[in-house]
């Protein structure tokens, strides 16, 4: 069964980056054709897709966030990243690692962790 | 890229079909037919409901039902059961692998 678990720092000071970590376990994050990628939800609020990763190292960003966004994959570690650099208040959310396919959508979600930005 | 438009809020009473617009443009919804629902309980990560605008993944009741017209996808529930209280959100292909998500709609059972 797969799972997918963030982690990292749960508070970031504005100006900095933030930085979260997806394990993936019961699959290999090479294994085609699937992406993986990144949404967050602030407090209250709806779903934001952040951007995505396939396989192969193609990324995709949503360019309301201004090319802040960083998207990688650790092969020997079967996980993936998510950097968003020049964070602000406005970036506090609860952020969730997810795997989908284009035309099947997002069936594998992690837990969701939150992320506060303040000083 | 901006929100899918939906709305805030839906209400029925048990046993009732209810359905959820989400509107979007020539450049999402009228443009791709990789339209998906979710379902989201509080402090829950996201459910798939639907893909693909109308097809339900393996285990998914089939009281939902998915749609597509034009620019606008809809979300039918029918005999809406006390469970089914929570947040529905609309996500379409936007074009070069990119995605947008409605700002939600919240689902009451009256």
């Known amino acids: 069964q797969l799972q997918l678990q963030e982690s990292g720092p749960r508070l970031a000071k504005p100006s900095e980056t933030l930085s979260l970590t997806c394990t993936v376990s019961?699959?290999?994050?090479?294994?085609?054709?699937?992406?993986w990628g990144w949404i967050r939800q602030p407090p209250g609020k709806g779903l934001e897709w952040i951007g995505n990763?396939?396989?192969?190292?193609?990324?995709h960003h949503s360019t309301s966030l201004k090319g802040r966004v960083t998207i990688s994959l650790d092969t020997s570690k079967n996980q993936f990243s998510l950097k968003l650099n020049s964070v602000t208040a406005a970036d506090t959310a609860v952020y969730f690692c997810?795997?989908?396919?284009?035309?099947?959508?997002?069936?594998?979600w992690g837990q969701g962790t939150l992320v506060t930005v303040s000083s | 890229q901006s929100a899918l438009t939906q709305p805030a809020s839906v209400s029925g009473s048990p046993g009732q079909s209810i359905t959820i617009s989400c509107t979007g443009t020539?450049?999402?919804?009228?443009?791709?037919?990789?339209v998906s629902w979710y379902q989201q309980h509080p402090g829950k990560a996201p459910k798939l409901l639907i893909y693909?605008?109308?097809h339900r993944p393996s285990g998914v009741s089939d009281r939902f039902s998915g749609s597509k017209s034009g620019n606008t996808a809809s979300l039918t529930i029918s005999g809406l059961q006390a469970e089914d209280e929570a947040d529905y959100f609309c996500c379409s292909s936007a074009g070069s692998s990119t995605f947008v998500f409605g700002a939600g709609t919240q689902v009451t059972c009256l």
């Open positions: 997810a795997r989908g396919i284009a035309a099947a959508g997002i069936p594998f």
């Open positions: 693909d605008g109308s």
């Open positions: 990763i396939y396989y192969s190292g193609e990324t």
């Open positions: 020539s450049s999402d919804i009228g443009d791709y037919t990789y």
């Open positions: 019961g699959a290999s994050i090479t294994s085609g054709p699937y992406y």
